[in-house]
């Protein structure tokens, strides 16, 4: 099956700074790729995602890019806030219906 | 707009004991339905899905089993519980096989 990784897992910003999170995926045949965003004790959350026609794609303060020749994606916040700490995952799908989510990677915004 | 409901939000029951977590989905016809469980600072586990009513396709061996008894009900029980079967057990959907999912708010399990 798919296999994503994520890193970092862990990752401390100062407030204002930017935060970068990379996957990468093993299925060459993944044409979807979400991103959630998990506060503590809720449901992880959509908060963007890319299909494999599109390089960029950004919504206000975060985007997602994505390399499909090496077959990783990346998700930037910038101008952090404290209300972007929280636990982030990616994700990969090849049209099975499933998504394959990386390990997570938790998000700290020091003020 | 579509809405998802998982309930109840946290449950503590003795080792040996059933579970029954439900989960409901309105303002949408023939969702795709999953289970996930996520352990104390881990990563989500998909547990089952379904594409349609009576469809059911386990992912990893468990104590659980799920049903689908109509189009937007998913059902997730277990005849007798271990202590590793506390977690935190999401419930998702999905509108398409490449889309991504909206999750429930989640069930904290605690098996003592």
Same mark, same amino acid.
């Given at each position: 099956?798919?296999? *994503? @990784? ?6 401390? $910003?100062? @407030?204002?700074?930017?935060? *970068?999170?990379?996957?990468? %995926? ?6 979807y790729f979400?991103w ?15 299909r494999?026609? $599109? ?8 985007? *997602? ?9 990346s998700?930037?916040?910038t ?7 929280? $636990? ?8 099975? %219906? ?8 938790? *998000?700290? $915004?020091?003020? | ?12 029951q003795? &080792? !040996? ?9 309105? !303002?949408?016809?023939?969702p795709?339905?999953?289970?996930? #469980?996520?352990?104390? +600072?881990?990563?989500l586990?998909?547990? =089952?899905?379904?594409v +349609?009513?009576?469809?059911?396709s ?9 049903? #689908?008894?109509?189009?937007?009900? =998913? ?5 007798? /519980?271990?202590?590793?079967?506390? +977690? =935190? ?7 398409? #096989? ?5 999750? +429930?708010?989640g069930? #904290? /399990?605690? &098996?003592?």
């Open positions: 099956g798919e296999n *994503v @990784e994520q890193h970092p897992s862990t990752l401390s $910003v100062q @407030e204002g700074d930017s935060a *970068v999170i990379k996957c990468t %995926y093993s299925d060459s045949a993944s044409n979400p959630y965003k998990q506060e503590l004790g809720k449901g992880p959350q959509l908060i963007i995602d890319i494999s026609n $599109v390089g960029e794609k950004k919504d206000q303060r975060i985007a *997602v890019t994505l390399n499909k020749t090496a077959k990783h994606f998700l930037h916040i101008e952090t806030q404290p209300e972007d700490s929280a $636990v982030y995952f990616c994700a990969a799908s090849k049209g099975d %219906y499933k998504l394959s989510f990386g390990a997570g990677t938790t *998000v700290t $915004v020091r003020a | 707009s579509q809405t998802i409901h998982q309930w109840p939000a946290t449950l503590v003795p &080792v !040996g004991s059933p579970l029954s977590l439900e989960c409901t989905v309105e !303002g949408t016809s023939n795709n339905l999953y289970w996930y #469980r996520q352990a104390a +600072g881990r990563g586990q998909l547990l =089952f899905y379904s +349609g009513i009576g469809q059911i386990s992912e990893v061996p468990q104590n659980l089993s799920a049903s #689908r008894p109509q189009d937007r009900q =998913f059902i997730l029980s277990s005849k007798k /519980l271990l202590l590793s079967d506390s +977690g =935190f057990y999401l419930c998702a959907w999905s509108e398409d #096989r490449v889309a991504g999912y909206t999750f +429930g708010s069930t #904290r /399990l605690t &098996v003592v």
